[in-house]
């Protein structure tokens, strides 16, 4: 009698097994997006944060949802993918929000302000200092919801051709750089150069500009800019820890099943993570390469930081002012800022400070 039980029960599961698998495949509808990235596939670290949430999303929905990435360029300009996710065109967008600071300079919070955050302060901010909320209100304005997917960590200076000494050598300097940093510079006497990255080089080379800069060593060795300026310059105080976003049509995301959401969005933070670390270790071999190969490593002088530092709270003050939108995020992020720079001056910056210029210890014979 209880075996005929257990065949009857066991039965019945092996049919409602079979009844469900129709039931989940209906519940993972297939969907298929394109993703517009602002970068070229030779810089496959900054790139490849795009990639990366297309394969985890692949793989966490069985290959119900997939994401198709294309280069800057392929489907719309690097520039433009903003205006391509606003409008439809695309699903969804790979890039770094300081690209559209003409637009609003309010875009440049999502990504990196000058003598801002860096990496783990960015995180922090948007995680659980509110930045994200207040980015998503910001954002909802172009038809957009954005999430983090990526971080480059701080950047470098830039290169030069020639060796700078104090404030008067940034005077009629033809410098290759955008966005909030290029507006700063140009209060200094520095005459600001929209280039794209394939043009830096020649550029250099001929003397048509005097600097520019990139990304990192990792990146900029790819370019060869070390082969046409002697001078390479950090810290780039314009990004801290400039962030790489993922933008997606609102619409689009609206209509994503709920777990789907959950998929993308724990892509997207593991693209976070991913990209930091990559960067982590690729920069400290390419600066050694660079280094090795003859490129004199020149920290910023400090009366040319703090002239930059100057100018860049003027202009912050100035633009909050006059946009509303700017102001709304700006206040909340300049107390945040600065509440995050006490705690991380008692055990971050001790503890950097010291192992950094510490002796290496000596070894027991």
């Not at 080379?205 to 990146?219: C, F, H, L, M, S």
């Amino acid at each position: 009698m209880k075996r005929r039980t257990f065949i009857t029960s066991a039965g019945v599961g092996v049919a409602a097994s079979t009844l469900a698998a129709p039931a989940i495949a209906q519940s993972n509808p297939e969907i298929k997006w394109r993703c517009a990235s602002s970068f070229p596939k030779s810089l496959d670290t900054i790139y490849g944060g795009a990639e990366r949430v297309a394969k985890r999303v692949a793989e966490m929905t069985e290959g119900k949802f997939q994401i198709r990435t294309f280069a800057g360029g392929e489907i719309v300009p690097g520039l433009q993918v903003l205006d391509a996710v606003k409008d439809g065109t695309v699903e969804c967008g790979h890039t770094v929000s300081y690209y559209y600071v003409g637009k609003d300079p309010t875009f440049a919070f999502d990504a990196a302000m000058p003598f801002g955050l860096n990496a783990r302060q960015q995180n922090a901010w948007m995680t659980h200092g509110g930045g994200m909320d207040l980015m998503r209100e910001f954002f909802k304005g172009y038809n957009i919801i954005q999430f983090a997917a990526g971080n480059t960590g701080t950047q470098m200076g830039g290169w030069f051709r020639n060796e700078l000494k104090s404030v008067e050598d940034l005077k009629g300097l033809k410098f290759r750089i955008g966005g909030y940093a290029g507006t700063i510079l140009q209060r200094l006497g520095v005459v600001p150069q929209q280039i794209a990255g394939g043009d830096i080089y020649p550029a250099l080379e001929k003397g048509t500009i005097d600097a520019a800069e990139w990304v990192g060593p990792y990146d900029d060795e790819k370019l060869g800019f070390n082969k046409v300026a002697k001078y390479y310059y950090y810290p780039g105080w314009w990004e801290g820890g400039p962030q790489v976003s993922f933008l997606i049509n609102l619409p689009q995301w609206e209509q994503l099943p709920k777990h789907y959401k959950s998929v993308l969005e724990a892509a997207c933070a593991d693209a976070t993570a991913d990209m930091l670390g990559k960067y982590d270790v690729v920069n400290m071999h390419a600066l050694k390469r660079l280094v090795g190969a003859g490129t004199v490593l020149k920290p910023y002088p400090r009366d040319i930081l703090q002239a930059c530092y100057q100018a860049t709270f003027d202009v912050y003050e100035e633009e909050a002012a006059k946009n509303e939108k700017f102001r709304k995020v700006y206040e909340p992020w300049r107390k945040f800022r600065d509440e995050e720079y006490l705690w991380f001056r008692v055990a971050e910056n001790t503890f950097d400070n010291f192992v950094y210029s510490a002796p290496t210890p000596k070894k027991k014979s």
